[in-house]
Structures are given as structure tokens and as C-alpha cells.
């Protein structure tokens, strides 16, 4: 349990700007970070929660949420393959 959140949770909780700003991390990281889903996820919160801010100027991230879950689905209805015998 603890090896399982060392390798996905950590990540996503510092690559995602909650913890700490993106701007102030090294590049490299700067980029990583664009691969993490909560990154966009915490962006959606900030602004609906701190600015008020509606659909009209958060749907850019709302659109790569929706591509990385669309993403998903597709590899693990791939991976799972139910025979039914």
C-alpha cells in the first residue's frame, strides 16, 4: 500500500501546483506535469472556487479532463477482454 502511493499519489499531489507552484519547478517537471490529470483537476477548482469562474473560461481544461477519461476507458476496454463461453 504504501509502495502503491509512493508511485501514483505522491506524484499527483506535487505535479499538480497544489503543494506547489508549476511556474517555480524545473522545466523538466514543467512538462511532466502537463502528462498528470489532478494538474488540470486543481486548476477547474481554483477557479470555480477562488475566482468564480464559469465553463466560458475553464473549458480548456475541462476538454483535456475529458480526453485523458476518454483515453482511459479506451485502453483498459482494451486490456479487459471478457469472453463469454
Avoid: C, E, H
Avoid at 502503491?4 to 523538466?28: E, H, K, N, Q, Y
Avoid at 494538474?39 to 476538454?63: C, E, Q, S
Wanted: glycine share 4%; hydrophobic share 60%.
Amino acid at each position: 500500500m504504501l509502495l502503491s502511493a509512493t508511485v501514483s499519489l505522491l506524484p499527483s499531489f506535487l505535479l499538480s501546483g497544489f503543494a506547489f507552484s508549476i511556474d517555480d519547478m524545473p522545466r523538466f517537471l514543467q512538462i511532466v506535469s502537463y502528462f498528470v490529470p489532478a494538474k488540470y483537476f486543481i486548476t477547474i477548482l481554483r477557479g470555480i472556487f477562488l475566482k468564480g469562474a464559469g465553463l466560458k473560461i475553464l473549458w480548456p481544461d475541462v476538454i483535456w479532463l475529458l480526453i485523458f477519461n476518454m483515453l482511459m476507458i479506451l485502453i483498459s476496454s482494451l486490456k479487459f477482454r471478457k469472453k463469454l463461453d
